[in-house]
């Protein structure tokens, strides 16, 4: 395998009273398949969005093949190869 493609650090995502992700970390290398599992209301898909970038974060990073891209629109995200 090679490096990480995808680097996430730090995420954090708050709407109101209810944080959705919570200092999330995750690092995907090339040729690895992750599964994000939990019940309903765990944040799942405001991570997802994070990534793909239809959710902004209020802190955190993310970087896709060593570019920080956390505050890129999904649709330069997608020139890069991650789409949802």
Known sequence: MSGTLLD????????????????????????E??????????GKTTLIGQIAGVIKPDSGR????GVDITHLPPYRRVRLGLAR
């Open 62 to 65: 993310i970087r896709l093949a």
């Open 33 to 42: 398949l992750h599964a994000l599992i939990g019940p309903n209301g765990a």
């Open 8 to 31: 996430i650090q730090g995420l954090f995502k708050r709407f109101g009273g209810l944080i959705a992700t919570n200092n999330c970390a995750l690092d995907v290398c090339a040729g």
